[in-house]
């Protein structure tokens, strides 16, 4: 046997499919059966290889110039397939094209620029919290309070119009699907994507914009030469897809968190200044993002495992992010622990723009929470909502005790 075949004979084979309801319900079992196997497993299920540990998934996600985004970060390889939509210039693609739409969307949602939004955020978090306890303590928190609030202060900041907002949700719910095979899940959409789609790609335009938001700045920045007037809309469009159920989902992941671990949520009482490491802390623990995938550029060895150019690599945020040999005690969500590191926004070049806005929303409404909240806790078993990419929520029933 030659070397090469022994090598392929030894990666370890598994047929479980990571995209089926019990799976995407209750992840973590296959995520430990994937990191005991290997570093590289073949699913041969989708006939794909897939990351699992920490090490390689992080090592492939900073690895562009192998691991290339531009034939899409889902299943659908689109040297072969036909993108369900245009596809996503930051996302979906790599240097050097990816830089510029990059670059113009970075510097609009980066910490200098979301200055401005800091007080109104804080004081919207505030008011609907206020807002919510005026109507009793015990509600779904999900809806009332991780789905309210992004959508309370992040359509405005784009500067969208008031008609359709509640297209946003079930747009980017399709949109995460869609990176996962044509299952159940994509199925049940396949009626509303033409609509949706329409929606969202009418309000990219520059006059579907308030003339102070994030959108109206992409636009600037095309009359300023830093992109093309054709790549504006593409990239207000990617601030629709992914800025609003991944931090619904974030906020739903802390809440959660801090409603199941009431010694948690009393330390961040006491240290409301730690909200940010909280939300970083609830992404790796939850993984509201679980897996994106990249194609191969090149015949390429993964610990000594070939992974032959132009084939699927998936890549396991959510298992990395509790993988034992880069965290201790990876299951439990803890405070005291430094979460930097965590690949549940990404790494290197595609690491998520928005991490920032995502961060200022967690802030904002956590430490409204602190302020007024002594303890809160589940009175029901939360609901999953299943997604091909998001470990998402249905909902949330809580019990909040507010202060004195
Ligand atoms: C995009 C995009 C970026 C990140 C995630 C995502 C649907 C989409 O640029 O459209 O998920």
Redesign the pocket.
């Known amino acids: 046997m030659s070397a090469t075949a022994e090598r392929a004979a030894a990666v370890p084979i598994c047929d479980a499919d990571p995209f089926s309801p019990s799976s995407l319900e209750e992840p973590e079992e296959l995520h430990h059966v994937l990191r005991a196997a290997g570093p590289v497993v073949y699913l041969s299920r989708y006939d794909v290889h897939a990351l699992a540990r920490y090490e390689e998934v992080h090592a492939s996600l900073v690895d562009w110039q192998h691991f290339e985004s531009g034939a899409g ?1 889902g299943l659908a390889n689109f040297r072969h397939e036909e993108p369900w939509r245009p596809p ?5 693609a790599d240097p050097p094209r990816h830089d510029a739409p990059r670059r113009v969307l970075r510097d609009i949602v980066a910490p200098p620029a979301l200055r401005r939004l800091q007080e109104t955020w804080h004081a919207a978090a505030g008011e609907l919290v206020d807002q919510v306890l005026s109507g009793g303590t015990e509600f779904d928190a999900f809806t009332r309070l991780a789905s309210a609030f992004p959508l309370r202060v992040f359509p405005d900041a784009v500067g969208l119009g008031p008609d359709g907002r509640e297209n946003l949700l079930p747009y ?1 719910n399709m ?2 699907n ?2 996962g095979p044509v299952n159940d899940l994509v199925k049940a959409d396949a009626h509303r994507v033409a609509d949706l789609s329409a929606w969202v790609n009418a309000q990219c335009a520059r006059e579907a914009l308030t003339e102070d938001g994030f959108g109206a700045r992409i636009w600037a920045a095309a009359d300023h030469g830093d992109l093309t007037h054709a790549q504006a809309p ?2 207000v ?6 800025g609003v ?2 931090t619904v989902h974030g906020l739903a992941a802390c809440l959660y968190a801090l409603a199941t671990h009431p010694d948690q949520w009393q330390r961040l009482r006491e240290r409301p200044e730690s909200a940010r490491v909280a939300f970083d802390e609830a992404v790796r623990w939850q993984s509201p ?1 679980q897996t994106f995938f990249r194609t191969a550029t090149t015949d390429v060895t993964i610990a000594d495992t070939l992974i032959p150019e132009g084939t699927k690599i998936l890549m396991f945020l959510g298992a990395a992010n509790r993988d034992p040999a880069r965290w201790s005690d990876p299951d439990r969500f803890d405070l005291a622990r430094d979460p930097s590191g965590h690949v549940g926004f990404g790494m290197g070049i ?1 690491q ?3 991490q920032h806005v995502a961060r200022l929303e967690a802030e904002a409404l956590l430490t409204a929470l602190a302020r007024r909240i002594e303890r809160m806790e589940l009175t029901d078993t939360p609901r999953r909502h299943p997604n091909n ?1 998001l470990r998402s929520w249905a909902s949330l029933p809580m019990r909040l005790h507010p202060v004195g």
């Open positions: 970060v996503s210039l930051l996302l979906e980017g949109a995460f869609a990176f593409l990239v469009r990617s601030l629709l897809t992914a159920d991944t993002v595609h998520c723009v928005g990419s």
